[in-house]
């Protein structure tokens, strides 16, 4: 026997959405420090962020602290030994 939710039908959908609609990003700190949940401000946050974040060098002692945690929890693939060939 199924349970509601096990099959691909209606009810099914309704659930994930219902489940899914107030997902996402609901709001994001500005670079001086305070948040916004302002829907047309989020994306240019967003993109400066992530636009600092991969330049060559950091603009600001946030970003250099950000980057250092996100190549932290990367997992290189090329080895120190394949770097030396």
């Known amino acids: 026997m199924t349970q509601l939710g096990d099959r691909c039908n209606k009810e099914f ?4 959405k219902e489940k899914n609609f107030n997902a996402g990003v609901k709001q994001l700190r500005r670079s001086a420090g305070s948040l916004t949940k302002n829907h047309d401000e989020m994306p240019i946050i967003a993109t400066r962020f992530y636009q600092d974040l991969l330049t060559a060098e950091p603009t600001s002692a946030e970003v250099l602290q950000k980057r250092q945690e996100v190549w932290a929890s990367i997992t290189p693939k090329v080895t120190e030994e ?4």
Do not use: P
């Open 13 to 16: 959908f309704d659930a994930v």
């Open 82 to 85: 394949m770097r030396r060939i």
